[in-house]
């Protein structure tokens, strides 16, 4: 099993562009999540997903957008990138039932936007 | 919502020493508590997390405590290797709102010297 894997792994862009990040995971997780790392500010979650088809905001979700298409996917879209977004992206995944389960994290994507 | 605040931010710690690091939290209705090491440039991965039903959780080497009554929790690491210099975050987490959403500390930079 390949776990949860993020493409691309690096990217740089200018500001006003866009781009989509792509999460999948290979655990048949119900939940999957978009975090934010930045220097000296843990981990800040962006999105989240309980399901298919289904999105919900987390803690910084300004200027993302997020879509669940398919169970094992779940896409992170910047519309008009900012300076203020660059940052390194982590998706995660668990599953749901029994309470409380492991978040499993992908590799991270690095964005820079200048 | 959530807060978890995180102390120390760094730590440093002669090998065979012990490391503590701390977290309160602010929401009485949390009730999981998992630690997570990110070495440089990897992802975060879940190193022991703990129930609010239980008040001390070991595995080998690490420990975690719970005070549910004072909000806090602490990470305890005996006989430090160098393997152990890391960022450690711990996080926080309720059911309510659905989708088992983690509120994460600002992490602790662990550097175990020789």
């Known amino acids: 099993n390949a776990g949860v894997t993020q493409t691309p792994k690096f990217r740089v862009l200018k500001t006003g562009q866009s781009m989509t990040l792509l999460c999948a995971q290979d655990?048949?997780?119900?939940?999957m999540y978009w975090y934010r790392q930045d220097p000296g500010m843990g981990l800040r979650l962006i999105h989240y997903?309980?399901?298919?088809?289904?999105?919900a905001k987390g803690e910084v979700p300004d200027g993302y957008n997020v879509s669940r298409l398919k169970k094992q996917n779940f896409l992170l879209g910047l519309e008009s990138a900012a300076p203020s977004q660059t940052s390194v992206y982590f998706c995660?995944?668990?599953?749901?039932?029994?309470?409380?389960?492991?978040?499993?994290f992908g590799p991270g994507t690095r964005l820079t936007v200048l | 919502g959530e807060n978890v605040e995180q102390h120390p931010s760094t730590l440093s710690v002669q090998e065979g020493d012990s490391a503590v690091i701390k977290c309160t939290y602010s929401?009485?209705?949390?009730?999981?508590f998992p630690w997570y090491k990110q070495e440089l440039g990897k992802r975060p991965q879940l190193i022991i997390d703990?129930?609010?039903?239980?008040g001390e959780k070991k595995d080998q080497r690490i420990a975690v405590t719970l005070n549910k009554t004072a909000k806090h929790f602490s990470l305890h690491i005996t006989e430090t290797q160098p393997e152990d210099s890391a960022v450690y975050f711990c996080?926080?987490?309720?059911?309510?709102?659905?989708?088992?959403?983690?509120?994460f500390g600002t992490g602790t930079q662990l550097k175990v010297e020789l």
């Open positions: 995660a995944s668990s599953y749901s039932r029994g309470g409380y389960n492991e978040q499993f």
């Open positions: 655990m048949n997780h119900e939940y």
């Open positions: 997903s309980v399901g298919e088809g289904t999105t």
């Open positions: 929401d009485s209705a949390s009730n999981y």
């Open positions: 703990i129930r609010s039903n239980v």
């Open positions: 996080a926080a987490g309720g059911l309510t709102g659905g989708g088992n959403k983690l509120t």
